[in-house]
């Protein structure tokens, strides 16, 4: 496999995780990846920094599965705020399983868990173009 490439400007990635182990490990491989991150441990709070810094974020990696606001329901509102964002459903079922829940329309990849960091600078290097 070739080697990841290391972003070469300052680009901005929300992960919204509800799980604080696999929000850390994301974070910290898309910070070695050269990337900023703001992370949320919920679809709302995921939403509400979306809204604050809509601007400054470049992409959008989320939790299929979180508590309260679900992640079809933040993928809509995402959506509705900012159609071209690209939005990376994180899951731990494959998107095509037919047991999988996780909504495949507007998304524009996904990553399944757990992560490793070559498939994640892959996708990541795809949906942001440097």
């Known amino acids: 496999m070739s080697e990841p490439t290391i972003a070469n400007s300052s680009r901005t990635i929300l992960v919204i995780d509800d799980d604080p182990y696999a929000r850390d490990i994301t974070g910290r491989?898309?910070?070695?990846?050269?990337?900023?991150?703001?992370?949320?441990?919920?679809?709302?709070?995921?939403?509400?920094?979306?809204?604050?810094?809509?601007?400054?974020?470049?992409?959008?990696?989320?939790?299929?599965?979180?508590p309260g606001k679900n992640g079809d329901e933040v993928l809509h509102e995402l959506r509705r705020i900012d159609r071209d964002i690209p939005i990376i459903l994180c899951t731990s079922c494959r998107p095509h399983d037919p047991d999988c829940d996780c909504p495949e329309k507007e998304v524009t990849d996904f990553l399944e868990k757990p992560l490793s960091y070559d498939h994640l600078a892959e996708v990541i290097g795809k949906v942001i173009r440097h």
């Not at 991150?37 to 709302?44: K, L």
């Open 29 to 66: 491989l898309l910070e070695v990846l050269g990337y900023d991150v703001q992370m949320a441990p919920d679809g709302e709070t995921g939403v509400r920094l979306f809204c604050e810094h809509s601007s400054a974020i470049h992409a959008v990696i989320l939790d299929c599965q979180l």
